[in-house]
């Protein structure tokens, strides 16, 4: 193989789409979307820029939702994608943002009440994972501070609600059913349908 060194804007290797329910100041929920997350155990790391609503929101109120929408959903969530719940828009943020405090009814999206946090889920989404903020890491580099900065939310998931039609002997996600939305260099894909095989610690 030859290689070239580049510069790519983003470094989104193929990875999960979420829309995080956060909660806002006069108790609605703001749905907005991030592709910026990992997950060890039952604790998520979520990365968010400084001039968005959900990381204000995290300071005030540590709660959130994270819903994972399946790749049918990708149109709802470009629908977000240049909403922003800040009032007024950031500077940083006015040549491709604005602002739109009903989130879930320009998506086409249905509010559910959750059962351990106060932001609302998303009905359409097939996974919700409601969760706690524990901490915020503030996060360093030249490039980050060119976007105005970021900060890592460490959430501990409370409770988790998947579709039934994925859920396989109670308690296990069908891997071969269940397929993430994916963020790929800024497009849209769906996992492939073809399974190339499975880890030793596999159960199902």
Known sequence: MEFRTIEPKILYFGTPVALISSLNEDGSTNLAPMSSFWALGWTLMLGLL????????????PECVVNLPSPDMWREVEKLA???GKDPVPEIKQKQFRYEPHKFEVAGLTPLASE???PMRA???????????RKLHRLEGEKLAQLGGAV??????????????FVIDDHYVDPGKWSPLIYNFRHYFRLGENELGKTFRAEK
């Open 123 to 133: 009905e359409e989404c097939p996974v919700h994972m409601e969760a706690r903020v």
């Open 82 to 84: 240049p909403l922003t």
């Open 152 to 165: 890592a939310a460490e959430v501990e998931v409370l409770k988790v609600h998947v579709a039934s039609d």
């Open 116 to 118: 351990a946090v106060q």
């Open 50 to 61: 400084d001039e968005t609503k959900t990381a204000e929101n995290f300071e005030r109120h």
